[in-house]
Nanobody
Framework: EVRLVESGGGVVQPGGSLRLSCAAS????????LSWVRQAPGKGLEWVAV????????NYADSVKGRFTISRDNAKNVLYLGMNSLNPEDTGVYFC??????RGQGTQVTVSS
């Protein structure tokens, strides 16, 4: 059974930072690209970032480029998203996803003063 479990969300002030984690199991972790997607209140899913299986290449949505960093630890089967300079537009539920079509339950990020 494929499992993706996100954690690390919370409430942070504008300009603050958070690091999200996604613990994965049930598939060949290092073989697959992994992504972060988010859903703002009342809106659809928005792709945030993707990283290759070996962690060497990553791409980002323009809205987060330069502020967010996606990374992975293939020894621990964990995906990360470092988020800096957060603003209220980053508020939403953040999900990790693999190329098999699996997605976790999400973790809430709220940026508010």
């Amino acid at each position: 059974e494929v499992r993706l479990v996100e954690s690390g969300g919370g409430v942070v002030q504008p300009g603050g930072s958070l690091r999200l984690s996604c613990a994965a199991s049930g598939f060949a972790f290092s073989t697959y690209r992994l992504s972060w997607v988010r859903q703002a209140p009342g809106k659809g899913l928005e792709w945030v970032a993707v990283i290759d299986g070996d962690g060497r290449r990553a791409n980002y949505a323009d809205s987060v480029k330069g502020r967010f960093t996606i990374s992975r630890d293939n020894a621990k089967n964990v995906l990360y998203l470092g988020m800096n300079s957060l603003n209220p537009e980053d508020t939403g539920v953040y999900f990790c996803a693999n190329d098999l079509g699996n997605r976790g339950q999400g973790t809430q990020v709220t940026v508010s003063s």
